[in-house]
């Protein structure tokens, strides 16, 4: 069906710089928060006794970095044939000065807020592999001219076993001038090893106190480290995100915007990454705890998109670092978010912490195999030590990695068991209010049609494009390959959902998706019967309707007639 490969699905959520910039629109606040963002910033925080010396966001002459003596007239070609290898702009990246100027475009309520001065060193990690100086440099001295210099202790610069020449000799020759101004770390790993064994081999060589990595083409924005470290500073239990911004592959543009922060991070139950807003419950917690400057303090997130945190290096090891039996990268970020909820620590995102990433045109290097195959290791790897037994509920939806050699989780399930980590299911009630566990549902799989044979209730690829879109039906996938677009639940609640949104019925008689919580309840309750096979909205009463057609752009609810195309069967069925 639409937006999706019907044989194994897109397991992965790639932002796009549409994506990015919803998240810094007021679209998540009520008319009311959002007079309360506008409002006089108050300059005082909560603080506790004693409490140290306070300084200000600390504002540096930039130092100024020369560039390449790229003047030669602009080639096209050029620039096409750079972009196929690189999968961004690298043309355009070569000819712009490595220490640009970029607008500060933190919340103005962020520009009042005060530090203490000493909170600890930080050693910056970055990791590449067949990298564009350009970018790994422009990041670094946007940090050095962006960072006060008694918290930027050193880099640590790791190359994961690149094969281009200008990733290895070139970035050498730049980091030791580099190192003139602030020490860098520099380190090359001979053969490949992913993200995660790379993140963890460069931890051993870090320094600092706190260490904030980043991934190897991004910009900091005025004002990002302090706010950062601070939660780590108090509570070293704490791991921290920026607010992501999104620089545009083709042209370089830095996108960004001053409203607070609207959504969070989280994973469904294919474990994919995505956002999602904030819950209501955690916005009731911040204005409780942080009053007038609710909007700028930081936020609970389930889980980090994964490129770009902050966390206390000695904790980083006692929470067991990475899982090294992954492959390239994927499902690292779940796997961590999970541990640090569980095992004891907090994830949150900071909104005066500001970070520019560029967004590729699709990837640049091979992950060592089939990209889905690679990422469905890594995944069932988290499933079998992390989701109790909603492991079995995953083999459901990705019923080919039931039977996949993931090799041994021994050692990551003493790790569990060592950190006394909570259950899976206190995650979903406690912090991840998106998810919902198999225990939870009574009917849920494929959705068949009673009126058209071999046809299935579908979301078409809306799922992802916002609140307010419709479902529809479609020709029934192979049960055994990916059934992301047609796997629909009915939970013990009564709330009829996909795997990302949940069902209402609008003012037109259309089934249309939203938010899976923070709802009006009584817009989400359905009633079906097996007996007879009808799903009826139980605000209107009505029953939920195929159409005349077979493959149907919209589900309707209308007036329940005993037809056929009210009738519907499901793959998986509680007995109640």
Known sequence: SSGINAEYGDIEIVGSSEQHKQLHQNSGLSPHEREEVRAPPRVERRVEQPAPAYIGPTNLKPIYVPWSDNREPYDKK???????????????????????????????????????????????????????????????????????????????????????????????????????????????????????????????????????????????????????????????????????????????????????????????????????????????????????????????????????????????????????????????????????????????????????HIFRHGYPYDFQGDHFETVLFNYKRVAKVWMDDDEEFYYKLRPMAREKDVGSTAARSTLRRNLQCKPYEWFVDHIAPNLVMEKDLVHYGQMFSGAHDKFCVDHLGNEGKGSGMSIGTYPCHNPNSAIDNQFMMITNDGIFRTIDRCLSVNRDDTLVLGHCYDYNEADYQFKYTPGDGTLVHVKTGKCVDAGAHTMATKLTAVTCNGDDRQKWTFTHNKLV
């Open 78 to 356: 050029k620039e096409d044939d750079l972009h196929e290898v690189y999968r961004f702009n690298k043309y355009l990246s070569d000819r712009l000065p490595l220490n640009r100027d970029v607008a500060d475009e933190r919340p103005p309520q962020c520009h009042h807020e005060l530090y203490p001065p000493n909170m600890g060193k930080v050693s910056v990690v970055l990791i590449y592999y067949n990298e564009a100086v350009s970018v790994v440099f422009r990041t670094i001295w946007s940090v050095i001219n962006r960072s006060p210099r008694n918290l930027l202790h050193e880099f640590v610069l790791y190359d994961d076993g690149s094969v281009w020449e200008e990733s290895i000799g070139e970035m050498k020759g730049m980091a030791d001038e580099v190192s003139k101004v602030v020490p860098i770390r520099y380190y090359r790993n001979t053969t490949r090893g992913g993200l995660m064994r790379a993140r963890t081999s460069a931890a051993v060589f870090a320094t600092g106190d706190i260490m904030v990595y980043l991934d190897s083409h991004c910009e900091v924005l005025p004002g990002w480290l302090e706010p950062l470290i601070e939660p780590i500073y108090r509570d070293r239990t704490a791991v921290t995100c920026p607010i992501i911004d999104t620089i545009e592959w083709d042209t370089m543009n830095l996108l960004s915007g001053k409203a607070p922060m609207s959504a969070i991070g989280s994973f469904n139950v294919l474990l994919n990454y995505n956002w999602y807003p904030i819950p209501r419950r955690e916005q009731d917690r911040r204005k409780r705890e942080h009053g007038r400057n609710w909007a700028i303090s930081p936020i609970r997130s389930p889980a980090m998109a994964g490129g770009l945190f902050a966390i206390n290096r000695a904790y980083f090891h006692e929470l067991g670092e990475y899982d090294t039996q992954m492959n390239v990268w994927g499902g690292e970020n779940t796997e961590i978010s999970l541990r640090i909820w569980t095992c004891g620590g907090s994830l949150l995102f900071t909104p005066c912490s500001k970070v520019g």
